[in-house]
């Protein structure tokens, strides 16, 4: 164990303490019917889409463009009906991602050759970063269950 185990299990332990107070906001608002930014209305109406027609995607000869990959809309649609509305099914669906997203991190470190204290730290830093910095934790976009499926892939590959 190194001279700077001490300094890193403090700031390990911040950091958790930090994601607590994140994972205790984000939990409290999960269920709030007002918009956390502009593309969650955007991602309900594409997932709505879905649930109403079979895709997510606009006819061809339409006006709109979805250039997200399917995935998120599918996963999201087959929440919607238990959550009963396609925000909080996406919320849900973003805050379990965000959870993988950490767990995978964590592996990936471990299996980089960093201690346990040093993986954890790793997880927390970017969970912690996340919650703490941004409104983009649990938010109903795509993207982090995009980030999860990729760190799946290198952690499982």
Not at 13 to 42: R, Y
Not at 81 to 95: M, N
Not at 98 to 122: N, P, Y
């Amino acid at each position: 164990m190194s001279a700077d185990a001490p300094a890193l299990r403090a700031l390990t332990v911040m950091l958790a303490l930090g994601c607590l107070l994140g994972a205790v906001h984000l939990l409290s608002v999960l269920g709030l019917h007002a918009p956390f930014d502009p593309n969650e209305g955007w991602n309900a109406y594409f997932t709505q889409s879905l649930l109403a027609t079979g895709s997510p995607y606009p006819p061809a000869t339409g006006l709109m463009a979805n250039n997200y990959p399917p995935l998120s809309f599918y996963v999201v649609g087959a929440l919607t009906p238990l959550a009963g509305d396609a925000v909080i099914a996406g919320r849900i669906v973003a805050t379990a991602a965000l959870a993988a997203l950490a767990f995978g991190i964590a592996v990936a470190a471990r299996r980089m050759g960093c201690s346990r204290l040093e993986a954890l730290f790793a997880a927390l830093f970017f969970a912690a970063g996340l919650m703490l910095t941004s409104g983009y934790a649990g938010m109903d976009d795509p993207q982090m269950l995009g980030h999860a499926v990729a760190i799946g892939g290198l952690v499982l590959a």
